[in-house]
């Protein structure tokens, strides 16, 4: 258990801050999940529009240090060949 104050502080911090990029993931793999379920559904339209939704919450979640800023842009830029070659 933290003996200093400031110590204590840190831990009610750390606490906070894993609750909000709990949330900030699981928004992140829904919109994910729900690009992957059209494609594989052939819903052309739906993608586009799941894509277009998802794409500015994997930017987000990589701007707040919940994921690394390439691996955003490697899930982006493989949901969207995806969505090409369903074209």
Known sequence: ?????????ATRKIARRTEVNKSRRSRMRTAVREVETALEAGDKSGAQKALKAAEPQLVRAARKGVLHKK?????????????AKLQ
Do not use: P, Y
């Open 1 to 9: 258990m933290a003996n200093t104050k400031s110590a204590r502080k």
């Open 71 to 83: 691996t955003a842009s490697r899930k982006i830029s493989r949901l969207t060949k995806r969505l």
